[in-house]
């Protein structure tokens, strides 16, 4: 069988398959299925954040990409997915704050540019309408008709149009269109036409996952000129920062900054090498940063990284540790303390000790709460709880504790009969005979529903155990299910037709049904026949049309009746809902 690892990757490479040919709801469920079996991984979050903004979810996108940074905030894209959700429900503010924390962490970043320059532009240019709504597209000024001879020649290069072109329903559409644009609002519910339509507005953009979308296009012209104010800005950024370190700052403070400098250096050149999986030189580099400024638990916690990659959970337990120190000594942000937590958590995870593992985040949670940490947090008590109650089971202390029990059954002292009986119970759980002594014990407890919870189990565990049928049959009769009873007596005779216990029950349950209702007082045959109503087989066979009709015969036609009885299964329901005590016969 596949490790849950192998079954994510599995998982995740249906989500991409789907995403690229724009089945979105397959892709959300596959990157679904791939978080449930590998929540530790960033990269299914951040496709997820991707799969939920193309179908126009921004809520449960930022929700992803949150999840992507709080697993690894060294991720780039994360911070892209971020800003692209915010953009996208138009919280622009919050949008650029994401994308410029991105680029605080990652300077030469392309994506992440382009996305705040597009919230930047979105944020301080005109509303982004096409005139009056969609049925107003031609009229904008200074913009061509878009389904002009440009898009014929659109279609036909793009594989996914190009049998369009001989559908000539559709075709005459695009002619409507050509004449007069503001036609388009009659056409908004042809799937194709929109298809199109995302075409001629440039926004088709399915195959490329890892571009965060636009909430509109720009002419040529005008990505031109944003690219060449882009190339210009770019050396500026730096000399003015150099600028005024060396004027403001004194020789001292200058040597610092310079060294905090080259600390981001060294990280960034330890991230390159930690991709390219060259671990010792990572960490070497990570150690540069270190001594370069060790006031940033950064760097400390990229080295826990490393060493949970190249899996050494021992020195990342220490790493991580040391990080917390470094970021409370220092004031780092809430966050970045509990990501180190984390990390610890899943470290102890993998050596096993899940006690540890919870605690870790229980701290991390404390630092800054994040939902993707509950999660893991969720599933490690979970997996503790499981781990927990196996290695509890021990047959020969289940023993111990059954004789013990029966002790206590024989002194009639029921209340520690029935608590050395749970003991052996959990010692062995699947264990019939013990559930058999322990609904006998509860019987004597007047704790019915539990004893018979425990009595169904033991049959479960063992359909052939007679004793726990007699014993079932017994339950039943004291809960006033007679029907009930009548049928656990059988099933315990067809399994052994000698066993007395449950031809005497089987007998006097026969009796009470047939001669105890001569005895009942008219109360006391309503509560037995509210008894039987409860039962939802007595409800099925009230329901049943046929049912039905014999039950009106018995009075308005007995021949009829008499004749549907001959019928072994009509016979059968007619017989349990008169042991129910629905049905009373004179």
């Not at 610890?344 to 940490?373: F, N, P, V």
Request: glycine residues 6%; proline residues 4%.
């Amino acid at each position: 069988m596949p490790s849950n690892a192998e079954e994510a990757e599995q998982f995740k490479a249906a989500g991409n398959k789907a995403l690229q040919s724009g089945n979105l709801t397959a892709a959300i469920e596959n990157y679904t299925k791939a978080i449930n079996a590998d929540g530790t991984n960033h990269v299914y979050y951040s496709n997820r954040s991707a799969a939920y903004l193309k179908k126009g979810d921004g809520n449960n996108a930022l929700e992803d990409a949150m999840s992507t940074i709080a697993i690894n905030s060294d991720f780039s894209k994360g911070y892209s997915r971020k800003g692209a959700a915010l953009h996208s429900l138009k919280r622009y503010n919050d949008a650029i704050a994401a994308y410029e924390e991105g680029l605080a962490k990652f300077p030469g970043d392309a994506a992440l540019k382009k996305g705040l320059d597009e919230v930047k532009r979105d944020k301080d240019g005109p509303p982004r309408s096409y005139g009056g709504g969609l049925g107003g597209i031609g009229n904008m000024p200074g913009m061509a008709n878009p389904f002009g001879n440009q898009l014929i020649q659109k279609m036909m290069l793009n594989p996914k149009t190009r049998p369009y072109l001989n559908d000539k329903e559709f075709m005459a559409k695009i002619h409507q269109l050509q004449q007069d644009p503001n036609s388009l609002a009659q056409m908004l519910g042809d799937p194709k036409m929109m298809e199109v339509l995302g075409m001629a507005l440039g926004g088709d953009r399915e195959m490329d996952e890892d571009e965060p979308p636009k909430a509109a296009t720009k002419s040529s012209s005008s990505n031109d000129s944003t690219k060449a104010e882009a190339k210009k800005e770019e050396p500026q950024a730096p000399e003015k920062e150099e600028e005024e370190d060396l004027s403001q700052l004194s020789p001292l403070e200058r040597k610092k900054k310079e060294d905090q400098k080259a600390a981001v250096e060294s990280k960034l050149r330890g991230n390159q090498l930690y991709k390219s999986k060259k671990f010792d030189d990572a960490l070497a580099a990570y150690d540069e940063a270190i001594s370069l400024d060790p006031t940033n638990m950064t760097f400390v916690n990229n080295k826990a990284a490393v060493y949970f990659t190249a899996k050494n959970y021992d020195e990342c337990i220490e790493a991580c540790t040391k990080a917390v120190e470094v970021g409370k000594a220092n004031m780092a942000p809430f966050e970045d303390r509990a990501k180190a937590y984390t990390r610890c958590a899943k470290a102890y995870q993998k050596k096993g000790d899940l006690a540890k593992a919870i605690e870790m985040c229980k701290e991390a949670q404390l630092e800054s709460y994040d939902k993707a940490t509950e999660r893991l947090m969720k599933n490690m008590e979970l997996e503790k709880k499981k781990a927990d109650a196996a290695a509890y089971h021990d047959d020969d202390k289940a023993e111990e504790a059954k004789q013990r029990g029966n002790e206590h059954f024989r002194n009639k002292e029921w209340g520690d009969a029935v608590r050395e009986y749970e003991e052996a119970v959990k010692r062995a759980p699947n264990n019939a005979p013990i559930r058999n002594n322990l609904a006998a014990a509860l019987c004597k407890v007047m704790d019915f529903n539990g004893a018979k919870k425990n009595i169904e189990k033991a049959i479960e565990l063992d359909p052939k155990y007679v004793k726990a049928w007699a014993r079932k049959g017994d339950i039943e009769v004291l809960m006033k299910e007679n029907h009930k009873a009548l049928e656990s007596y059988k099933a315990g005779l067809a399994i052994d037709s000698t066993n007395s216990t449950c031809k005497e029950g089987l007998r006097k349950v026969t009796a009470m049904i047939n001669y105890g209702a001569s005895t009942m007082s008219e109360e006391e045959k309503q509560e037995r026949a509210r008894h039987g109503m409860a039962d939802p087989e007595i409800q099925s066979i009230l329901q049943d049309p046929v049912i039905q009709q014999i039950l009106r015969d018995f009075n308005d036609n007995p021949q009829a009746a008499n004749q549907a009885m001959s019928n072994p299964s009509v016979r059968a329901k007619i017989e349990k809902l008169i042991a129910s005590g629905v049905v009373q016969t004179a």
